[in-house]
């Protein structure tokens, strides 16, 4: 599927344009016509010089600044003309088509095409083009903005059957160069260069789409346990290490209960599960007791 051209160039239809050096030079004749009938009084004056006149106003044309007119005399290619006004044969010449020679925005899409994986998806691009060489583009190829839209549809079912659907996920800076070397190849002959290819979205079936989304998900969960694991690992060989400081320093070890005791007891309400065995090795019964007395004396004193 083509979608359509942003600013189709004038070189396919020639619409008519309104040229205002043709409709003077016709109201010339045909004023200069009357002038002679009034003053002849012969008809055939004013019949000759309105036939003149509307030979003459075929005469001249006018280009715009970016467009190139490519002028055939007797269906044989003479030259091109413009920007600006130019003059032609009349009866003998005729401006095949008007090329537009500025930078032009083209929609592509490939739709249900199979990567190398056979995975289906759809690809929509923009292609921004011009044409160099306006006489190539308007003899060498029939209809070139038709013919570099299929050129750039095709290149690009191309390159997808050729990419796996990770490397177009990820790849689309080197697939767009490459859409844009092959299709510029196959356009230059046509007198066509391709600036830039952009690959705007690329669709993928939903089933296809969850089972990736799952996939990593799983992937992230199973990197976080890795984490946690290696965080576990060296905290139990940083304990390893304290465990000998303390088993040689018992002051070290009293004033760390200590400390872990006012930690736990310092919010209000808390509550401490210790083991006995610490009570006993540690001698923390008294400091423990005093400790739950403050406790109960604040909360006491609260209450009241």
Known sequence: ??????????????????????????????????????????????????????????????????????????????????????????????????IDQRVITTSFAAEQTLTQDTVPVNVEGVMFWMVYDAEKAALEVQQYTEAVG???????????????????????????????????????????????????????????????????????????????GEAEVEIAKLFESAAVSYHNNPTALHLRAMNMLYEGLKEKGALMVVPSSAVESMGLGGMLGAAAMRQSKLTEGEGA
């Open 1 to 98: 599927m083509i979608f359509p051209v942003v600013g189709t160039p004038r070189s396919i239809k020639n619409i008519p344009r309104v040229n205002p050096v043709a409709g003077l030079l016709l109201i010339a004749f045909l004023l200069a016509g009357f002038a002679a009938l009034a003053i002849t009084g012969n008809p055939l004056w004013l019949i000759g010089l309105a036939v003149v006149g509307v030979l003459a106003a075929s005469s001249p044309r006018v280009a715009q600044q970016w467009e190139k007119a490519v002028v055939l005399r007797l269906g044989k290619f003479v030259g091109l003309r413009g920007p600006g006004l130019f003059w032609v044969v009349p009866l003998f010449d005729r401006v095949s088509s008007w």
């Open 150 to 228: 299929w050129a750039a549809q095709t290149a690009l079912r191309d390159t997808i059957g050729k990419t796996a659907l990770t490397d177009l996920l990820r790849g689309r800076e080197r697939i767009e160069e490459e859409l844009q070397k092959v299709i510029d190849a196959r356009s230059n002959p046509w007198g066509v260069t391709v600036q830039a290819v952009e690959m705007s979205d690329i669709v993928i079936p939903d089933a296809l789409q969850d089972a990736m989304s799952r996939e990593a998900q799983a992937s992230r969960e199973k990197r976080a346990r890795i984490i946690l």
